[in-house]
């Protein structure tokens, strides 16, 4: 479990190809890999991850093609990625829970300054648009944010300068592909409405 408040923006600098996927070399950057070991979770722009190897400021996570197909961002030698290490029980909760298992992938229509912040507008697939609400919480590319309006698919957020200087997402523009993961509240109210509906009566 994650909160979606990125320590550190890291750096793909290999990827390996393994037999059902492929195995991803990250330079962790200021991440502190001290308390870190051998089958520890770290998100990647959002994307729960099993460390496999260690070396100094460098961590390797397989990853398979089944996760390949549903992220973004995890494919190119030099890309950079939002990293944060699993939650402990005593941690604050800065953001919102986030499981790190991305729900899909949506497109940014709008990446611009808006006085001293940035509105980014995302169109969310279809059947995770109702699962966004306003001034609900979403996570894109891992990062815990807060949904200021919603349009049919479309919705937009405000970044503050510090989000943007501190994660992957200043590198954004429109046409880029971005992991989303809708609020776990969200999901499962919906799941207990629908099993309302369905549970025999």
């Known amino acids: 479990m994650f909160s979606g ?4 923006c890291g750096r793909i600098e290999a990827i390996a190809p393994l037999e059902a996927g492929v195995r991803l070399t990250v330079d962790t950057a200021g991440l502190d890999l001290s308390d870190v070991q051998i089958g520890d979770s770290i998100a990647n722009s959002g994307v729960c991850l099993t460390v496999v190897a260690l070396d100094g400021a460098r961590a390797s996570f397989d990853v398979s093609r089944e996760t390949l197909d549903c992220t973004t961002g995890l494919d190119r030698v030099g890309a950079e ?7 402990r029980l005593a941690d604050r909760l800065g953001g919102h829970l986030v499981t790190g298992h991305v729900d899909g992938v949506g497109e940014v229509l709008r990446f611009a300054p808006v006085g001293e912040s940035h509105e980014l507008v995302v169109r969310a697939p279809a059947a995770l648009a109702g699962y966004i609400a306003r001034k609900g ?3 894109v590319n891992g990062v815990s944010l807060t949904v200021n309006r ?3 698919t479309d919705f937009s957020i405000n970044l503050i300068p510090h989000t943007v200087a501190a994660t992957n997402l200043k590198h954004l523009e ?3 592909r971005v ?3 809708i609020d776990l509240i969200a999901r499962y109210v ?3 409405l629908a099993w ?3 549970a025999p009566q």
Do not use: P
């Open 196 to 198: 309302r509906e369905e």
């Open 179 to 181: 992991n989303l993961e």
């Open 81 to 87: 990625v939002n990293l944060e290490k699993a939650l």
């Open 137 to 139: 919480s979403v996570t």
């Open 150 to 152: 919603v349009v049919g």
């Open 190 to 192: 919906e799941r207990m």
């Open 5 to 8: 408040i990125v320590a550190a």
């Open 174 to 176: 429109t046409g880029s």
